[in-house]
């Protein structure tokens, strides 16, 4: 059978046969092939392999520290939602002899994250190599760079020597900085150049939350973000929504954050510092980390153009933050974290595709160059690995008490004061994180230096005076460094003190078996004696009453006795507490130097002692509702049809 073919006339051909169809069993294997491909091709993309490689490394190095309980260093132990909630909505902490100060809002941040505060803290500290390099694959997705080349570069970031040693010390603010970073980057880079698209608002308010994020745990970084913004408004012109994005990347994070920026703007030292322990160590290798810069200028050199504009901008605003954090010799890994992204943001600029080379990029060296850098970075990474076999972190590195001792200071409302570098005083458990954050009383901090400084080098009777001190305040354990400073202590306070069970660490603790409580009812003579600044008598006394009342909110009933009594607090005296006599507001009279005193009449009389939270609870109406409006505007909404 033929036919003729229409575009060839008078010519013949045969007539096609008809295929034959593919039966189920052919579909089958066609499936399958094609699924086999694509899990293959999943399973080989940059990303995934950058995220597993680094996840082993990870593991591998912190193998020695896995747990969800991690404390050291800078790093005191992290308490539950509940804990954490608790402490940040308190208007009043049981911290250095307590302060009405506001919580760091990293409490916050941390309390929101599902599975819990311990979770998200071991996530972070655990996983911040591929963490960090992830953020930063995806912060340089817009950039025309292979992703194999875009991997390789964020896997050098994850790796950076400053945040493995930031690891190893439990400085969770430089890991958070780590980590956000280049995201925040990447936010505030996007809203300066969408002038007209449609998800500006949603991208504004992402940004917002991410730069909030590093303000709660880094107030450092957060400067360095605001003063780029707004150069960066300046120097990109744009319209009314570029202003409003501007404006909301400035002023959402501040709202965000309430209270916590009026503590910084009263004490702009913590600006510098950054969040966590008091924790003094050496500075990182600035040698290793010097190589970063050789990439960069090299990719400089090499092949320059004008997307490494936004690089190099960061690493000007980076040098200006790594001098001011030196002239206060402040630990700079927050300042060589934002240097090392704008270096690694220049070595990537260079990297893109369709970059003419430039003058020294046509010579022969540039291959030699380029090796010489891989071998180098590859070493970096081998330096950081090393860095997390060492340093303080640890799981269950926390300090407790004995089980028993910590019931008891729960019951009772009572302080321990753990004598060490630094010295902490806190009621009703041990230090946690975020107690170091809290602003103390004026007075407490050279107080509490004395009284170290009389247990571990006083005579007997400065140990007398240092104990009835602390007894006064509410202190009834106190944990010492060394077995050697516990007799030290026994031996100058006689029967002062009596032994207790050791701390999980096996550090000595002292009972102190003075008349105390949270509350002591003071006779007339000690009441005057008390409130002309006298010290409190260092031996047991009859005449003194002790109350057990709940901080900072008091209610209690006292019987008749003489006039001129004074009801002692175990709280440092500060603006804001009220005191209420048979329901008439009395001025508050500070007792023993530091104290609140409740001036008594002779009869029986109605005790009502309050901290005023007027303030404080408007500023946080008004970060729930700067927190509604931006998750609901960070959730975009599709393009609407015309």
Known sequence: ????????????????????????????????????????????????????????????????????????GRLLPVGT????????????????????APAPAALAVLGLVPGGPQLAVAVLLLFDIPLAALSAYIASRGMRVRRSVRAVVAAFYGLLPVSTTAVAEGRLDVVVVHVVAPLVFAGVYAVLRASSTHAWLAMASG?????????????LSHVVTLVGALVGFVAVSGGARRIAALFAIVLLPM???????????????????????????????????????????????????????????????????????????????????????????VVLAGCQRGVAPGVAGRARVR?????????????????????????????GGGEQLSASLTAELERTGRSVLVVGTPTRQVAGRMPAFGDDDLVPTTSSPARIRRWTTSLLDGSSSAVGVALAQAASSGVTFVVLPTAADAERVRAAAGELVSVALPTSHGRPVLRIRLTADTGVLLPPDLARRARTGGDPPAESSTTMAPV????????????????????????????????????????????????????????AAEVRVTMSTTLRDLLLLAQAAAALFTFLTAIPTRRRQA
Request: proline letters at 10%.
């Open 367 to 395: 291959r030699a160059v380029y090796v010489v850098g891989v071998v180098t970075l590859a070493s970096l990474g081998v330096a950081g690995l090393l860095d997390l076999r060492t340093g303080p972190l640890r799981a």
């Open 1 to 72: 059978m033929v036919t003729v073919d229409a575009a060839l006339p008078g010519a013949l051909r045969p007539s096609p046969k008809p295929r034959p169809s593919p039966g189920p069993r052919q579909d089958m294997v066609f499936v399958e092939v094609d699924q086999g491909r694509m899990l293959r091709s999943l399973l080989l993309a940059p990303p995934v392999l950058l995220l597993l490689g680094l996840s082993a490394v990870a593991l591998a190095a912190n193998w020695s520290r896995l747990g969800l309980d991690l404390a050291g």
């Open 255 to 345: 709202a965000l954050l309430l209270p916590w920026p009026a503590v910084l703007l009263q004490h702009p030292e913590m600006v510098l510092n950054g969040l966590g322990a008091a924790y003094s160590s050496p500075p990182p290798n600035l040698i290793v980390c010097s190589v970063f810069v050789a990439a960069a200028f090299a990719a400089a050199v090499l092949r320059p153009n004008a997307a490494m504009l936004p690089g190099l901008f960061v690493i000007v605003l980076a040098i200006g933050a790594l001098a001011a954090v030196t002239a206060v010799s402040a630990w700079p890994g927050t300042a060589l974290v934002i240097l090392a992204w704008g270096l690694v943001w």
């Open 207 to 219: 940004t917002a939350i991410g730069v909030a994020v590093l303000g709660a745990f880094s107030p």
């Open 81 to 100: 939602v509940g804990d954490v909630w608790s402490t940040y909505l308190a208007s009043w902490h049981p911290v250095a002899g307590g302060t009405a």
């Open 548 to 603: 057990n009342v709940t901080l900072p909110d008091v209610a209690v009933r006292v019987s008749p006795g003489s006039d001129g009594r004074v009801l002692v607090l175990a709280a440092e005296d500060e603006p804001g507490w009220e005191v209420f006599v048979d329901g008439q507001q009395v001025p508050v009279v500070r007792a023993w130097g530091h104290l609140v005193g409740v001036p008594l009449p002779g009869s």
